[in-house]
């Protein structure tokens, strides 16, 4: 949660535009997101919602304007520079991105080779530490992602995220293609970790669940710009006729009355 008074920003990005040859994805976008807030970002489909966080990482160059992360300018170089800041976030994509050749184990020790050069049994302790946290039983660190369960793939995908000790944690729909049950324990999942590890959590998704229950903002993607963000009630007050649509449709009412706001 945020503190009130001076914002301590985590990201912040100004006139950003991007653009896949002639297609413009993003103009003009400015955002800023603050250190300890869970930030949820929706919009319609091509909005660019996995475009913005994959050039705020620096996989994608924009045309234009600047992002900055953690107060270091974020660049598409593999300069020590970008590597350095790159050990400060971690990032769940769709369905965990894990590798298949890998052990769950295995995989949460590839960024700790990458990065910071561990070997031995500290690999071992580090990974087993990090399945235990997202709740993942300590076999599950022997098998390999086509052995686990969607849900379990997901954490699997966290607990690499989570390697080293990162200060932001980016969520590509985290929730995608998980049952009710499934996806209200993720949820709470990452409301836990944020709490117990003071994170920074950048969350594109369309659950509206998780945007009732987890997130402190909500930040909107229309018209190639963050059209609107704020709270959800600032969501339940406006008048954009997507915003509208979207946090007062039958699925918007079902939430709202799930979460008993």
Partial sequence: MTVAGARDLAIHIKGLRTQFGEQVIHDGLDLDVEKGEILGVVGGSGTGKSVLLRTIIGLNRPAAGTVEVL????????????????????????????????????????????????????LHEIAALKVR??????????????????????????????????????????TAGLDPIGAAAFDQLILDLQAALGLTVFMVTHDLDSLHTICDRIAVLADRKVKLIGPMEVMLQSEHPWVREYFHGPRARAALAATGS
């Fill in 133 to 174: 946290m997202v709740g993942l039983p300590p076999e599950a660190g022997a098998k390999y992602p086509s052995e686990l369960s969607g849900g379990m793939r997901k954490r699997a995908g966290l607990a690499r995220a989570l390697a080293l000790d990162p200060e932001i944690l980016f969520l590509d729909e985290p």
């Fill in 71 to 122: 107060g270091q300018e974020v660049s598409d170089e593999r300069s020590e520079r970008q590597r350095s800041l790159e050990r400060r976030w971690g990032v769940l994509f769709q369905d965990g991105a894990l590798f298949s050749s890998l052990t769950v184990a295995e995989n949460i020790q590839v960024p700790l080779k990458e990065h910071v050069k561990l070997k031995g049994a500290l």
